[in-house]
């Protein structure tokens, strides 16, 4: 898996609505990578709402969050609208399959999808935090949070700082 302090590495996929989304195409913000199995399934399908359900914290902290799995762009679309999801983007890492979770290390060769995990990389590029959850949980988004609350904290701090 991918370590914290390495560059993030840029990548372009569809979103749900088949938009080009790219990693880079955020700037000044940070970026969850939100990577799930399947869609259809129940725990993939909460992982996905918590995104929705916290998108005006993300928001709050200057960030975006981005649902990725293997799946097609017209599954993503019909899960999106099964599950309400409307601003989070769910991502198709469909063709070359699961490239993005293998540009991450979060791919399963076996099983030929991606691990649960998540990935926060910040304004610069960075990867600031680095998540792996069980096939059956639901990652808790307070350690994401919690990771872009100290960020924020850290970075106000040296804002007040006066330059000599």
Not at 5 to 34: C, M, T, W, Y
Not at 110 to 139: C, H, L, M, Q, W
Request: hydrophobic share 45%; glycine share 6%; charged share 25%.
């Amino acid at each position: 898996m991918v370590e914290v302090g390495e560059l993030a590495q840029d990548f372009s996929i569809p979103d749900q609505n088949g938009h080009e989304i790219r990693l880079s195409g955020f700037p000044g913000k940070r970026v969850i990578l939100s990577f799930h199995p399947l869609a259809w399934t129940s725990i993939c399908a909460r992982q996905m709402e918590a995104l929705e359900e916290n998108r005006k914290a993300f928001d709050a902290l200057g960030a975006v969050a981005l649902g990725i799995s293997v799946d097609s762009v017209p599954c993503k679309r019909a899960w999106a609208e099964r599950l309400g999801i409307r601003r989070t983007r769910l991502l198709a890492d469909f063709w070359p399959h699961g490239a993005v979770a293998q540009m991450y290390d979060v791919f399963d060769s076996i099983k030929g999808y991606s691990r649960r995990a998540n990935i926060v990389v910040d304004e610069f590029g960075r990867i600031i935090f680095v998540g792996e959850y069980p096939a059956t949980a639901v990652p808790d988004m307070q350690d994401v949070l919690d990771v872009l609350q100290a960020q924020e904290k850290s970075r106000r701090a040296e804002e007040q700082v006066p330059e000599i």
